[in-house]
């Protein structure tokens, strides 16, 4: 496909349907499911933890064979329309997993099916996680690599900065409105048929990158490509921005699964007469918009990236101690949360800006699965392990789910741990500075 300066409209409409039903389905993934298997199905914190980490492998294996697969034979519409079709499958699919619908199967009652179900949502989690890495983490994420150029992709990365946060707001407020009235399996159907849609309007839609010719690199060679020491030492400034982006992403997954769960059972909304959607969307949308609003300036700004780096990074720390500090101050809660997330959004668009901006552009679909390890493998592993281990040791109270087990509630240190890991990416963010300058200077 041949790059031009400006974006077509067809162009920008397709990365904004993959892009933001992309990341719909991810925001319901990672908040929505650990709200299901903790409500729902009957699951603790260490079953959440586990699902975490069993997917965040899945995800990282797949983007690293699959992008290693669609550069080998040089296609992308194929991964990523079949994979969304399939995608919206999987989604379909929990809405007939529950714990009754097992026990039947197994000709016992619903409390002793508990476990199995768990162990089935977990399983097919993965299977979901799958199909969702190798159409968006895998081929849509290379596809973006390979439609844009230097003169557009900051205006592209901008796009799709913006795409998370108000797919997070349209999950928060129609999700969790929905499943309340509608229940799980109506939404998980609904979500499954608009992501399925979604594949199927970008075979009519999406245009190749890529020219079908195989590569001559073997597989292997593909698959072992972002290993390689030589690789490393010559794309110094993109393994630097992974560094950042695995630290960043460690501290956001300490809080980021408990996050619904702890507005919902630790502030507790029932006492507050207000809803979970009320106060998270709140939050959300006007973090969203300092973000939006901010990350414009970012990227347009003829000074770089580089000025912003360290007070994004200062806002994210400062705002995860103010929610600890907060406790069951919900006004207090909402106000560091804000701060907390305006940082979070302003480090994600620039790490992943600078993560894109250092990848070889012929080598986009091999190193996807390389952004993965430090986006989503290690944060996933770590991150969730720590948050339950601070749950079962500061925990001050504990939450009967819809099947009578009592289960820790996570307590605000989780918060405090957060920062204290997100402090940490100061040092990468000393030498990613540089590597922005060096950049700048080039570009002059």
């Known amino acids: 496909m041949k790059k031009n300066a400006k974006l077509s409209k067809s162009l920008i409409l397709n990365v904004i349907l993959f892009g933001f039903m992309g990341q719909v389905a991810w925001a319901v993934e990672n908040n929505f499911f650990n709200l299901f298997l903790f409500n ?112 557009n992709r900051a205006k592209t990365e901008s796009l799709l900065a913006l795409l998370p946060v108000i797919a997070m707001v349209v999950v928060t407020a129609a999700f969790g409105a929905l499943s309340g009235r509608f229940g799980y399996p109506a939404c998980f159907i609904g979500l499954g048929l608009i992501v399925s849609a979604c594949g199927i309007i970008g075979i009519f839609s999406i245009k190749d990158s890529r020219t079908g010719i195989k590569s001559t690199s073997s597989f292997i060679e593909c698959l072992t490509y972002g290993f390689k020491p030589s690789v490393i030492k010559s794309n110094k400034s993109l393994y630097i921005s992974l560094i950042c982006m695995g630290i960043f992403s460690i501290a956001s997954q300490i809080f980021f699964p408990y996050l619904f769960i702890y507005v919902a059972h630790y502030i507790d909304m029932e006492t507050l007469k207000l809803t979970v959607p009320t106060i998270i969307l709140a939050v959300v949308v ?68 600078a993560v894109r901006d250092f990848t070889p552009e012929d080598k986009a679909g091999q190193l996807q699965g390389i952004r993965m390890i430090f986006s989503v493998l290690l944060p996933m592993l770590i991150g969730p392990r720590i948050a339950a281990k601070i749950t079962d040791i500061y925990a001050t109270a504990q ?13 605000p240190h989780i918060y405090l741990a957060a920062a204290i890991t997100g402090a940490l990416i100061v040092i990468p963010l000393i030498f990613l500075s540089k590597e922005f300058k060096k950049q700048k200077s080039a570009n002059n």
């Open 40 to 151: 729902e199905i009957g699951g603790d914190s260490t079953d959440i933890s586990n699902m975490v980490a069993a997917s965040s492998i899945v995800a990282v294996l797949t983007t690293l064979f699959m992008g290693s697969l669609s550069d080998k034979i040089n296609k992308r519409k194929i991964f990523i329309c079949g994979g969304y079709i399939i995608w919206g499958i999987t989604v379909m699919a929990f809405a007939f997993i529950s714990p009754e619908n097992v026990a039947k199967i197994m000709g016992t009652t619903p409390v002793a099916a508990i476990a199995t179900t768990v162990t089935i949502v977990i399983v097919m989690d993965c299977i979901m996680t799958f199909m969702g890495s190798t159409s968006n983490d895998a081929a849509f994420n290379a596809w973006i690599t390979d439609i844009t150029s230097p003169s």
């Open 286 to 353: 006007i973090a969203g918009a300092v973000a939006a609003l901010v990350s414009i300036i970012i990227l347009s700004d003829k000074k770089g990236k580089a000025p912003f780096l360290f007070p994004s990074a200062a806002f994210f720390v400062i705002g995860l101690v103010l929610v600890y500090f907060a406790d069951k101050n919900i006004i207090w809660f909402a106000l560091s949360a804000v701060i907390a997330m305006v940082g979070y959004g302003l480090l994600m668009i620039m790490i992943n800006a």
């Open 399 to 411: 939450y009967a789910n819809d099947y009578g087990e009592m289960v820790n509630i996570p307590a």
